[in-house]
């Protein structure tokens, strides 16, 4: 099998406008990685290439005219399973919704089509975004799993068959993936992107993006929150139109979390590695033995999974609950194992649940005087072999916890497989921490400038 | 035809226990109502009385057995047609959704069904709870309106039929139905209810209660959120199991809002006879002119319906443009106008209404220093002549911006019609608020001790 690798869309827009490309011919090029990749991997659950093929020539035809919608008119997309899409069905990874449409589509994917994105078809998650896989392989070894919940999107992304996809993340499902298959993964600050019309009914869970270049992460984002603004309530997400320049930090905070303890060796020494990389160009680094400030944050965090797991089982009852009862045969062992604890609960020990993490917040919060952004692994390792679980979240959990926007950057990598550096902003600065990473992108790949 | 009369489940519930009454005679006492006033009145969108009557024969047995569920076990309810049911289409008032099924129950409806009640229908909505009425006309008097948008829940709830119904407001939707025909109305603090399941994303929206008596609607409301919490991130509705017993009041703020000036004479008359009774009670009473905490509120809440529209606009734009995308000709044109109105707003625009909201209410709370609850009309006077509108919302709006508990009382009456009294707490301070509901209705009806 070929190596996976992204196509992306931003510097072909580029090529668009200038008529040395077309939407058409790109997703044609795609739809041969469709073809390379997708039997062995298994990222979609339906597509509608052509509907693709009608959606990417009339973009052709605005780019010829001198009048895209924007700057992805014409971008492929996959979108994962839980947000509904007027076209095709969603079936939230369970036998339950088979074939199941709403006829409508979610806010997300609305702005999206407005913007003139090229929706390719659903990929694949894992059984209602949480643990339980739905057979996607990852491209880069097909006994390994290529992380979930957004399994697909991850999957159909590092191997070229659309530049970007939506995903979901309330523990670790966008990051994870992003990291063990080999792309660039995007969690918004919580509240940043509309969720309605995505089956997710969690207070810390983001829809974001998985795409093949910060640049098309930042796009796609951006041109749903513009259009369909963030979570109700929020103000969305805000910066600018185009991808946010290279910002370069002054000084950025490590945090270990409680998945360093986990991380496997060459994991970890990756990870030193480019944090001595770095500090080597100038970037101030700091660790929990170097500033107390951290250290309180790392104490804060440290059982963000357990936190997480409380808050998720109260909040996820419903609707569960109405889903065993329609027939229980139909849901994994691990969903009704989630009633039963949420079951077990009361609102005030959910009350309490959310207060602990309110307090997270607020000492996280406080980084921001000292530091830029935060970096840590995305993932304790490479992709696991097997394809029965989608491989531990610790790294990812800390963010989903603290509701600010995180990064995993494919820049680092452990036994020849991808593993992604994790850079984490700040709540509601979503292009700083763009620019930040844009930063970190060039100091790794040694293309920073002087 | 017989003046509508409610009929409360709460004293029955001790009858249910004492064995002198059961939940199956209770619902035939409502099929009587339903078979009496449904033809005129069209309270209901569906409704099944087989599985209604077998519902009712188990909790029957429970009773009999002691073992009821909750105070509640029993209690026949109808459900506002936004909410899924299981059982029931769900077809939002709308003709795009003329029996749409889900399989589902709202997260509250499946808590109600946990605490053994009896789900008797759907309730007529006006479309997508907005303001496009669908028909229903008030118990009282035929060729008025019932109110809106939770037009089925209070004329069903008005003449007997169930002792309590679901609704939501996002404007007015609970409190203005609720005055015009003469049941209470409860709309939770913002987050107090979960909405799970329910069609309704905008951010000071809340599902709440319309039901016979204070006790019944405080009953059906801690029932909800003691199996199914609030909306995800709040710790939902606090209290005790049982209604709140009565607490009098030191002192009650006055809020004229922007509706006095357009209230009929006499509805101002029957309020201020209404403060004058509880001034001379001894409850201190203070309004604009008497305290200028209280002519700040004023202030801050003046354009509470314009602040509102911006907020619901946009938060309302998805998902009108997709419904729009499938068939516009089934939108009525207030949808339609509401989509165009979002159609120009910015994320931008839409920050700053929320920003406004927020000092609103950070405003407002400072009441709590030196009342213990605002009073004020809960309609401008009775329920207009005409089905083609609902009435006005003026006096609601306050409530719903600020995001605080609010109460309409069935204690006025204006042309020998029904006219809410409407009295507003502090934002999770739901259960203070019903004991001082009970305490004015005390005072009011002249059963107030010593």
């Known amino acids: 099998m070929t190596i996976p690798q992204p196509i992306a869309f931003f510097p072909a827009a580029a090529d668009h406008a200038a008529g040395n490309d077309t939407p058409r011919d790109f997703l044609e090029r795609c739809l041969a990685r469709l073809e390379e990749f997708e039997p062995a991997v298994g990222a979609f659950v339906c597509h509608d290439i052509a509907a693709a093929r009608t959606a990417a020539d009339r973009s052709t035809e605005r780019w010829r005219g001198g009048r895209p919608l924007s700057p992805i008119d014409g971008m492929p997309?996959?979108?994962?399973?839980?947000?509904?899409?007027?076209?095709?069905?969603?079936?939230?990874?369970?036998?339950?919704?088979?074939?199941?449409?709403?006829?409508?589509?979610?806010?997300?994917?609305?702005?999206?089509?407005?913007?003139?994105?090229?929706?390719?078809?659903?990929?694949?998650?894992?059984?209602?975004?949480?643990?339980?896989?739905?057979?996607?392989?990852?491209?880069?070894?097909?006994?390994?799993?290529?992380?979930?919940?957004?399994?697909?999107?991850?999957?159909?992304?590092?191997?070229?068959?659309?530049?970007?996809?939506?995903?979901?993340?309330?523990?670790?499902?966008?990051?994870?993936?992003?990291?063990?298959?080999?792309?660039?993964?995007?969690?918004?600050?919580?509240?940043?992107?509309?969720?309605?019309?995505?089956?997710?009914?969690?207070?810390?869970?983001?829809?974001?993006?998985?795409?093949?270049?910060?640049?098309?992460?930042?796009?796609?984002?951006?041109?749903?929150?513009?259009?369909?603004?963030?979570?109700?309530?929020?103000?969305?997400?805000?910066?600018?139109?185009?991808?946010?320049?290279?910002?370069?930090p002054r000084a950025l905070a490590v945090l270990q979390t409680a998945g360093w303890e986990v991380a496997a060796p060459e994991a970890r020494r990756a990870f030193e590695a480019a944090a001595a990389r770095l500090a080597g160009a100038g970037i101030a680094i700091a660790d929990r033995h170097a500033d107390p400030a951290i250290e309180e944050v790392e104490d804060a965090i440290c059982d963000a999974a357990g936190l997480t797991r409380q808050i998720n089982a109260w909040e996820g009852r419903w609707p569960l609950n109405t889903y065993r009862n329609r027939d229980r045969s139909k849901l994994s062992q691990s969903a009704l194992d989630r009633l039963a604890t949420a079951e077990v609960m009361t609102s005030a020990d959910y009350g309490a649940a959310i207060a602990l993490r309110q307090r997270s917040r607020e000492i996280h919060a406080r980084l921001a005087a000292r530091y830029d952004a935060v970096i840590t692994l995305a993932a304790p390792g490479a992709a696991p072999v097997g394809l029965g679980s989608t491989g531990n979240p610790i790294f990812n959990v800390p963010a989903s916890l603290v509701g600010v926007p995180a990064l995993s950057l494919p820049l680092l990598s452990a036994g020849g497989l991808p593993l992604g550096l994790q850079v984490m902003g700040f709540a509601g600065e979503d292009a700083r921490l763009f620019a930040i990473g844009a930063a970190v992108r060039s100091e790794m790949l040694g293309t920073a400038p002087g």
Request: aromatic share 6%.
């Open 77 to 248: 997309l996959g979108i994962k399973d839980i947000i509904e899409t007027a076209d095709m069905p969603t079936e939230q990874g369970s036998p339950l919704f088979v074939g199941c449409r709403t006829g409508r589509d979610a806010a997300s994917v609305a702005a999206l089509r407005e913007a003139g994105a090229v929706i390719l078809g659903k990929v694949v998650t894992t059984e209602f975004a949480a643990t339980e896989p739905r057979g996607t392989r990852n491209p880069w070894d097909s006994e390994r799993t290529p992380g979930g919940s957004s399994s697909g999107s991850a999957a159909a992304v590092a191997c070229g068959i659309v530049p970007a996809a939506l995903g979901t993340q309330v523990v670790g499902s966008i990051l994870r993936p992003a990291s063990f298959c080999g792309c660039v993964g995007f969690k918004p600050s919580v509240g940043g992107i509309n969720r309605g019309g995505s089956y997710d009914y969690f207070s810390q869970s983001c829809t974001g993006v998985l795409a093949a270049s910060l640049e098309d992460a930042w796009l796609v984002a951006i041109n749903i929150s513009t259009r369909a603004g963030g979570d109700p309530g929020y103000p969305g997400l805000q910066g600018p139109p185009d991808p946010p320049p290279a910002h370069r």
